[in-house]
């Protein structure tokens, strides 16, 4: 393939990637690094640099848009920014040491994961939850605007919600993605932060996470201007079409496909990471 | 409570000012748009160039090489922009996006410290210091 080719097909899958990340919630570079590995044959390394950039684009991208709701909680994002960043910093040093193979088969682990958790119900958010001494000493409680106007909510087992977002971080990191998958982990489950709070600030969170690791790589060589340019236009694109049209779109059965995508490239991507394929 | 009314200063001890908080989010969020699209914008000027230039060359990304030192590094990238490379561009377009969430810590560092929130300027300061050592301490400096 020519680099106009390659260029313009690589354009418009990572277009449709931003597209149905943003709409599903799901995020679009956990589809990105398998595609662009199985499909265009793209050495995992240059993916994974190409799709930490992308990531970096949709978080502050959609940073603006949901700060206007008013749900991100400032506090929640600082404070776990602290363990995110830190662990993205490990991850992507880890990355460079351990073998593609390896790298493939956390992918198709955590992508496995992923797609059983997109098929979950969301936890309820549970309301007027007593307030915790340490959530209260770290500031972290807050307020949202809500149906029936304001609603506060009190942030729980932060040690635990803290210890997760660590790993998410060296997740991150290690393999170029959003880890939105164990961010529900922590912010939504162990720390019962309201869906909407806990979705905006991980946003918020996210780009900041991944400039963590971003120095690493393109310092190691990882970001391949030739392929993080179609990447990041495209993902970009999507991401910002996506939040536009998300308050009106039924997002059920797109969550379906997706998390079907996810699936089939999650057992892709263990099939060539356990047989050496990659 | 009548929005005309001057709001009751917050009880000591502290308690997170919501409004101030939500003024600080928006010029925050702000930020970080035109942080992305100046970077999109830079990006997509060094695509052009690239492409026009190399269009019909094979694309080949199957085997590792790592970047040459023009692509890893900021005077490196300096260096090739100033040799009018497309891929300098983009290259400093990606710097650019990478820099923006470390400006929004940044601000926000300045942010709490109006607020005279300690904890979170000294929490805000610990992440820039990752933020920081990741971006210099990497070998990017050159």
Same mark, same amino acid.
């Given at each position: 393939m020519t680099v106009l080719g390659f260029t313009a097909v690589v354009a418009i899958v990572s277009f449709a990637a931003g597209l149905l990340g943003s709409l599903t919630g799901l995020g679009g570079g956990v589809?990105?690094?398998?595609?662009?590995?199985?499909? #265009?044959?793209?050495?995992? $390394?240059? %993916?994974?640099? %190409?799709?930490?950039?992308?990531?970096?684009?949709?978080?502050?991208?959609? !940073? !603006? %848009?949901?700060? &206007?709701?008013? #749900?991100?909680?400032?506090r929640i994002g600082m404070f776990l920014e602290i363990a995110t960043t830190f662990g993205a910093l490990l991850g992507a040093f880890l990355a460079t040491r351990i073998p593609t193979s390896a790298l493939a088969v956390i992918f198709g682990a955590v992508l496995l994961y992923s797609a059983y958790l997109? $098929?979950? @119900? $969301?936890?309820?958010?549970?309301?007027?939850? @007593?307030?915790?001494?340490? !959530?209260? &000493?770290?500031?972290?409680?807050?307020? #949202?605007?809500?149906?029936?106007? &304001? $609603?506060?909510?009190n942030v729980q087992h932060v040690p635990t919600g803290f210890s997760l977002m660590l790993g998410a971080g060296a997740l991150s990191g290690l393999l170029g993605i959003g880890s939105g998958a164990v961010k529900v982990l922590a912010m939504d489950q162990a720390m019962r932060i309201p869906f909407k709070v806990s979705t905006t600030t991980s946003n918020f969170m996210i780009g900041v996470t991944a400039a963590a690791s971003a120095g690493v790589y393109l310092s190691r060589g990882y970001v391949d201007p030739g392929l993080a340019m179609p990447v990041m236009l495209g993902v970009l694109g999507g991401s910002l079409v996506g939040t536009r049209i998300l308050v009106k779109a039924e997002t059920k059965s797109l969550r379906l496909v997706f998390s079907v995508v996810i699936l089939v490239l999650g057992l892709q991507m263990l099939y060539k990471g356990l047989?050496? &394929?990659? | 409570m009548s929005p005309l009314?001057?709001?009751?200063?917050?009880?000591?001890?502290?308690?997170?000012?919501?409004?101030?908080?939500?003024r600080l989010e928006l010029i925050l969020g702000n930020l970080l748009r035109a942080g992305v699209l100046l970077s999109a914008a830079v990006v997509f000027a060094g695509a052009c160039i690239y492409l026009a230039r190399h269009a019909h060359e094979p694309a080949n990304y199957r085997i590792f090489r790592g970047e040459p030192t023009d692509y890893r590094t900021i005077p490196g990238v300096i260096h090739? +922009?100033?040799?009018?490379?497309?891929?300098?561009? /983009?290259?400093?377009?990606? =710097?650019? =996006?990478?820099?923006?969430?470390?400006?929004?810590?940044?601000?926000?560092? +300045?942010?709490?410290? /109006?607020?005279?929130?300690?904890?979170?300027? /000294?929490?805000?300061?610990? +992440?820039?210091?990752?933020?920081?050592?990741?971006l210099l301490g990497s070998g990017m400096g050159g």
């Open positions: 589809v990105l690094v398998p595609l662009l590995t199985i499909l #265009f044959h793209v050495d995992i $390394r240059y %993916a994974i640099g %190409a799709s930490l950039v992308s990531v970096i684009a949709t978080s502050s991208g959609a !940073a !603006a %848009a949901y700060v &206007k709701e008013g #749900f991100s909680n400032i997109s $098929r979950k @119900p $969301r936890p309820l958010d549970q309301r007027n939850l @007593p307030p915790d001494p340490l !959530a209260t &000493k770290l500031r972290l409680n807050g307020s #949202f605007p809500d149906l029936e106007g &304001k $609603r506060d909510y047989w050496g &394929k990659i | 009314r001057v709001p009751a200063r917050p009880p000591e001890p502290f308690q997170p000012q919501p409004w101030r908080d939500r090739s +922009v100033m040799n009018g490379r497309g891929r300098g561009l /983009i290259q400093l377009g990606l =710097l650019l =996006l990478i820099a923006t969430p470390i400006a929004r810590v940044s601000f926000s560092v +300045v942010g709490f410290a /109006i607020e005279r929130d300690r904890m979170y300027v /000294i929490f805000t300061l610990i +992440v820039l210091a990752i933020l920081l050592f990741s």
